[in-house]
């Protein structure tokens, strides 16, 4: 596992399947998962949240984002 900081409140984890999960402040609001692609929470939770799930995609190249429920990315970091 490896967290990488971005800004005061941008960070993602990376664990050794592939998998990223990035949090904006201590929410995590959009993911990457091998066999399932990019996928953003549904929720809209700031502009600012929102601007750095846009950095997020942006800084990975991801093309095609799926929205999902917030508790999905919630249940991906067990909280």
Avoid: W
């Avoid at 995590?28 to 990019?38: H, K, T, Y």
């Avoid at 949240?49 to 929205?67: G, L, M, S």
């Amino acid at each position: 596992m490896k967290l990488t900081q971005f800004g005061p409140n941008e960070h993602e984890v990376s664990f050794s399947d592939g998998t990223i999960v990035f949090f904006s402040y201590s929410a995590p609001v959009a993911a990457f998962r091998p066999a399932l692609g990019c996928i953003r929470s549904d929720q809209f939770f700031s502009k600012t949240t929102n601007r750095h799930v846009e950095h997020f995609i942006k800084r990975h190249d991801y093309k095609d984002v799926a929205p999902v429920p917030q508790a999905v990315l919630e249940h991906l970091v067990g909280s």
